[in-house]
């Protein structure tokens, strides 16, 4: 009997003892789920803080942005930047009159009896290619310069009011008033 109380009393220990691991065990998955729980809280707060730190960082640049566009607006009143640009504006128109000026004069002075001996010869040179003899045809023109570049498709009307019609004088003469132009 000693033997079977030994054996009770051993069976009883071991179950015990098994009880105090199960415990054990459930008190150990419970703590790893807190544990766990615990983790995701502490990833959460360290994104949160992370995301707070991006939003200062950005208020800080955006507050150094209004800074520099504080500083540009009172440099850049638009008042004086309309001002400028309409007396940039002027004195460049100014300029190009001036300098168109000049060229003209300089152009006169210089090249008047060659431009108008190349433009002579430029016309000689188109009326010979299409077969116009200018000697019989503008013996009758008018010498000199034509007043106004108005005056010149009225006096060509006239022209041709006092002469028969045909293709060729006028489309001869829409020719002549081109080169003209040039």
Request: net charge positive.
């Amino acid at each position: 009997m000693l033997c079977g109380r030994a054996k009770e009393k051993w069976r009883l220990q071991l179950v015990a003892a098994t009880r105090i691991l199960a415990r054990q065990l459930v008190r150990l998955r419970q703590q790893i789920t807190n544990l766990q729980g615990s983790r995701a809280q502490i990833r959460g707060v360290a994104t949160h803080t992370q995301a707070l730190y991006a939003s200062t960082s950005i208020s800080t640049g955006m507050k150094g942005a209004t800074k520099a566009m504080v500083a540009m607006n009172k440099q850049m009143a638009p008042a004086k930047q309309a001002k400028v640009i309409k007396e940039f504006q002027k004195q460049s128109a100014q300029m190009d009159m001036t300098i168109e000026m000049m060229s003209e004069a300089i152009d006169e002075t210089l090249d008047k009896d060659e431009a108008e001996e190349e433009t002579e010869e430029l016309t000689n040179q188109v009326l010979d290619e299409i077969g116009v003899d200018i000697a019989s045809q503008l013996s009758s023109a008018p010498k000199g310069r034509i007043a106004s570049k108005n005056a010149t498709p009225a006096a060509a009307a006239t022209a041709t009011a006092t002469r028969p019609q045909s293709t060729d004088v006028d489309d001869l003469e829409k020719r002549l008033a081109t080169l003209r132009r040039l």
